[in-house]
């Protein structure tokens, strides 16, 4: 079958074939522990589900506006409002089916052929799959584990040209956890406060913070006109099956983002979007537990962790991964997650799988009981040891 060019310079998700992987083992008398996927493992709050089951009963089965329903818009603009420190309307808000739309429908509403995205890497692959699918030219910023794996701001001057066109930001950051504070991002601001760079700032992981206050670069100067707010239920609220996913941006942008998502999806579901308003003006203290138990997990593989020789580990600050450098073993980031997959039967990720700066690292989700991630560590330091 002859498939569009295009297609080649699309990626994937290596966390999906893992958990594919993982889930063929078990099927074949294999225990497994799953440390691979960025999902957390809690239910979706009550509250939230009765309100969708609700809305269905209420009728809201029908199509919404491409942008979303008036309401929820509104709730999600004034729930921005509060967390980013910027004065979002419900003509900010475009609600989408997941936060990789608002990704996707930005980058292909604003990137030309040959234009310049400075993206982190390690980082979410999508990010370069996207820029290299509408055919612009992904720039990577490698992300070093002796700068806590966050952005500076003399690295970033050396890659911005005449060409930069969006810079992606993402803190707390996937593979890493590692977090940008007010500090960081001003050095990141004075690169590019003069210049005509836009900002698309995934914040999906800004709930799950271990200490301090998020800080989104929307807030700095200036920076709103230019700045892409992705956020989104599924991290926060344990929703990643819903599918729900919001941006916020300037009035004019979230027009043209509303016109791809009417000849793309038409409309995010309207039940769904009623969770939305739920969740978001509802109580919060089981996303405050969550987060807690995070942290108590965060500090298990943690120690776990440095307590194997020749693993070196960066505390992470942030969302539920921590990426531990395997470089002293002397093997590959895959063939190190290979080996504990089919030896120890832990599932994990090469750190290749989030770019080619990820080499000599690995990611585990500790988005797992702590009774798991005990019998986990178990497992990782006695196959390491014959490895």
């Known amino acids: 079958m002859r498939l569009a060019e295009r297609m080649s310079r699309l990626g994937t998700e290596t966390a999906f074939e893992v958990l594919a992987r993982a889930r063929a083992l078990e099927a074949a008398g294999h225990e497994i522990i799953h440390l691979e996927i960025g999902e957390p493992d809690f239910d979706t709050p009550e509250f939230i589900r009765k309100a969708a089951q609700k809305a269905m009963d209420s009728g809201y089965t029908h199509y919404t506006p491409s942008a979303g329903l008036p309401e929820v818009r509104q709730v999600v603009a004034e729930h921005l409002s509060k967390k980013v420190g910027v004065t979002y309307k419900a003509e900010n808000i475009v609600i989408t089916p997941g936060a990789k739309p608002v990704m996707f429908l930005s980058i292909l509403a604003l990137i030309e052929t040959g234009d310049e995205v400075i993206y982190p890497n390690p980082g979410f692959p999508i990010y370069e799959s996207a820029v290299n699918f509408v055919g612009g030219k992904a720039v990577p910023y490698p992300l070093e584990e002796a700068d806590g794996f966050k952005m500076g701001g003399e690295k970033l001057k050396r890659l911005v040209t005449d060409k930069t066109r969006m810079l992606i930001l993402n803190f707390p950051h996937n ?132 307590e194997i020789p020749r693993l070196s580990v960066t505390v992470p600050e942030g969302a539920f991964y921590v990426f531990p450098s395997i470089k002293d073993f002397g093997k590959s980031s895959k063939e190190t997650a290979d080996y504990l997959l089919e030896k120890a039967g832990v599932a994990c990720l090469s750190g290749t799988a989030f770019g080619k700066f990820g080499e000599g690292y690995i990611r585990f989700s500790y988005a797992n009981s702590q009774k798991n991630i005990r019998r986990a560590l178990e497992k990782i330091k006695t196959a390491l040891a014959k490895f």
């Open 175 to 306: 593979p890493t956890g590692a977090v940008m504070g007010r500090k960081e991002l001003e050095e990141v601001f004075e690169v590019i406060k003069n210049r005509d760079i836009w900002v698309l700032s995934d914040e999906i992981y800004s709930r799950i913070l271990y200490g301090g206050k998020h800080v989104s670069i929307a807030s700095f100067p200036g920076m709103a006109e230019r700045t892409i707010v992705l956020d989104g239920m599924s991290k926060a609220y344990a929703m990643t099956g819903w599918r729900l996913g919001f941006g916020a941006m300037p009035e004019a942008l979230a027009q043209a983002v509303t016109k791809l998502a009417i000849n793309d999806f038409s409309c995010t579901s309207a039940f769904s979007q009623k969770a939305v308003e739920a969740a978001l003006t509802g109580p919060q203290d089981e996303v405050d537990k969550m987060v807690a138990e995070f942290k108590s997990r965060r500090d298990l593989i943690v120690a776990g962790l440095k």
